[in-house]
C-alpha cells in the first residue's frame, strides 16, 4: 500500500516552453501533497506543500508563477514548470500524506521526474 | 529553528562489515525522525521511523536505528553490509508546520 506514482519519469524540453509533471496517489487519499526539488549530489529542498480542494502554499525563494501546483483531487497534484529555462534542470520529487498516517510527518515518495530544459 | 546534520558525506564499507551512519538532530521538542534510502534517480524509500517508545528502532532490509536524547543523535546501523545497500541515506526530523526537514545526506559506497 501507500503508493505514489510520477509522470513522466524524464522529460527533456526546449527553453521557454512549459512541463507538467504528475503526482498520483495510487491507493490511499492524499489529503497534503509535498513537492520536492533535488540537485546532483544534494538533499531535497521542499518547494510548496498543497492541500486538497486549497491554494498551494509555497517555501520562501520559491517563484509562485514559474512553479504552478495543482492539487484538484484527493489522488492527483501536478507541477508545471512555466517558460523554463536550463536552471529548471533537476529531479522533482513528490510526496504525499494520507488521512491514515500515524503522524503528520509520515509521507510516501514518487519516484522522481528528471527534468532537462535545453 | 531545527536542522539536521549528517556529518560524513560519503563512508565506504566493504561487503559484510558492519555501519553505521551518523545523524544529529537540532529540536526542541520530542522530534519524529526517520532514515530514508534513495537509489540513483529513484525517489526516497522510507527505512524505519522513531516517534516514540523503544529507542531502538528496527526497519526494512535489516537496518536499526538508535534515538539518544541525551546525543541528539539517531544513527543508522547495519551489521552486515550488502553490495547492494550502496545509495545514498538521508536522516530526517519532522518540524515546524508538519515539514519534514532533510540533512545533507550520506552516499554510501560497498567495496567487494
Known amino acids: 500500500g501507500a503508493v505514489v506514482s510520477q509522470h513522466p519519469s524524464w522529460v527533456i524540453c526546449k527553453s521557454g516552453t512549459s512541463v507538467k509533471i504528475e503526482c498520483r496517489s495510487l491507493d490511499f487519499q492524499a489529503t497534503t501533497m509535498f513537492w520536492y526539488r533535488q540537485f546532483p549530489k544534494q538533499s531535497l529542498m521542499l518547494m510548496a506543500t498543497s492541500n486538497e480542494g486549497s491554494k498551494a502554499t509555497y517555501e520562501q525563494g520559491v517563484e509562485k508563477d514559474k512553479f504552478l501546483i495543482n492539487h484538484a483531487s484527493l489522488t492527483l497534484s501536478t507541477l508545471t514548470v512555466t517558460s523554463a529555462h536550463p536552471e529548471d534542470s533537476s529531479f522533482y520529487i513528490c510526496?504525499?500524506?494520507?488521512?491514515?498516517?500515524?503522524?503528520?510527518?509520515?509521507?510516501?515518495f514518487g519516484p522522481g521526474t528528471r527534468l532537462t530544459v535545453t | 529553528a531545527q536542522s539536521v546534520t549528517q556529518p560524513d558525506i560519503h563512508i565506504t564499507v566493504s561487503e559484510g562489515a558492519s555501519l553505521e551512519l551518523r545523524c544529529n538532530y537540532s529540536y526542541g521538542a520530542t522530534p519524529y525522525l526517520f532514515w530514508y534510502v534513495q537509489s540513483p534517480g529513484q525517489g526516497l524509500q522510507l527505512l524505519l521511523k522513531y516517534f516514540s517508545g523503544d529507542t531502538l528502532v528496527q526497519g526494512i532490509k535489516g537496518f536499526e536505528a538508535e534515538f539518544k536524547r541525551s546525543q541528539s543523535s539517531f544513527n543508522l546501523r547495519k551489521p552486515s553490509v550488502h553490495w547492494s545497500d550502496a545509495a545514498e541515506y538521508f536522516c530526517a526530523v519532522g518540524g515546524g508546520g508538519f515539514k519534514t526537514i532533510f540533512g545533507a545526506g550520506t552516499r554510501l559506497f560497498v567495496k567487494a
Open positions: 510526496s504525499a500524506r494520507g488521512r491514515e498516517t500515524l503522524t503528520p510527518y509520515e509521507q510516501y
